[in-house]
């Protein structure tokens, strides 16, 4: 098989409280029919061919605001793509981008908002559901000491769901509330009172169950993917897009909504063996469909299905 190469312009995520891009792109560079040159700085396209003496088959953008500019795109034809994070965010600047870079393909972790959202663009977009990594993301064995767990940002605006049981629950009995710790870079020896990286995963670990909601969006967020991964019973709103990831209310996790989710949870409190019999489905079909390693296999894969259809690849 043609070795695939690819120019990936990146930057440094690895101290962020959000990282697992880095994890992601690690495991690009792992597979064995895969070249990457990583680029972080700013500069022109033609500088960069020139100092390679090769030319890339595929330029990827891991972000569209934060990656420092790749001058003179529009005027080369290698083919380029990009993944855009958030969505709902900066959507002019989104268009503008691909328009004037002549983006290929667009890459999205959600598959029904991106449909809504940029409808023009559906014939670029290729869906990248988020991931887990599974060596950061385990079960850690750890006491299940707290009975209710909920952890992150909760803007009523942004994530009502969240915001209505943390509101409702706050004093319950068993139910445990850790404020998102915001969003900037962390020194490791911060990571543990923060629940940071690993300390994030076992902080949930620590939980029987854990709530959290795909926001007022529907996407199918990272903690869908994180809280199974650390063998914790999800409840969390659902969605057709969740349930064609896997998430199979009463299988893989527990759907819930703002008229029923107290009395779901007080039920799978009390049944301990159908709340550990989920819990396992889902740590098993996390594992089994959205690892890191599958989604940098898949990633690649449409990289290589979109350059099969053109002359100059084959």
């Not at 605001?65 to 080369?76: A, E, F, I, M, R």
């Not at 991106?114 to 670029?124: I, N, Q, T, V």
């Not at 629950?169 to 068993?174: I, L, T």
Request: aromatic content about 16%; charged content about 30%; proline content about 3%.
């Amino acid at each position: 098989m043609r070795k695939l190469k690819i120019l990936y312009s990146t930057f440094d995520r690895r101290k962020n409280v959000i990282r697992y891009s880095e994890f992601f792109k690690q495991e690009v560079m792992k597979q064995h029919d895969v070249e990457v040159l990583f680029l972080e700085e700013e500069t022109h396209i033609n500088d960069v061919i020139n100092s390679l003496n090769l030319t890339p088959d595929f330029i990827f953008f891991d972000d569209v605001l934060w990656n420092k500019p790749l001058h003179g795109l529009k005027d080369v034809k290698i083919p380029k793509g990009i993944l855009f994070w958030d969505i709902q965010r900066e959507q002019d600047i989104f268009r503008r981008f691909v328009h004037e870079n002549h983006i290929d393909l667009v890459f999205s972790f959600y598959r029904d908002a991106f449909k809504g959202f940029y409808p023009e663009l559906l014939h670029k977009f290729r869906w990248l559901p988020n991931y887990v990594d599974i060596e950061e993301f385990q079960d850690y064995q750890q006491n299940k000491e707290i009975d209710f767990l909920l952890m992150g940002a909760i803007h009523e605006e942004t994530y009502p769901l969240r915001d209505k049981i943390a509101r409702e629950m706050k004093g319950y009995p068993g139910f445990v509330h850790y404020e998102h710790p915001g969003y900037r870079n962390y020194e490791e020896e911060e990571e543990a009172q923060t629940r940071v990286g690993k300390y994030f995963s076992m902080a949930i670990n620590k939980a029987k169950m854990f709530f959290t909601d795909d926001s007022c969006y529907q996407f199918p967020i990272a903690k869908y993917f994180e809280v199974p991964a650390s063998k914790t019973l999800l409840l969390a709103s659902g969605s057709k897009e969740l349930e064609d990831l896997g998430f199979i209310d009463g299988v893989t996790f527990v759907e819930i909504n703002g008229d029923n989710y107290l009395e779901k949870a007080l039920y799978y409190l009390q049944h301990e063996e159908e709340r550990n019999a989920i819990t396992e489905r889902g740590y098993r079909m996390v594992r089994e469909r959205h690892t890191t390693q599958i989604r940098a296999k898949e990633f690649i894969q449409h990289i290589r299905d979109y350059l099969n259809t053109r002359d100059n690849w084959k």
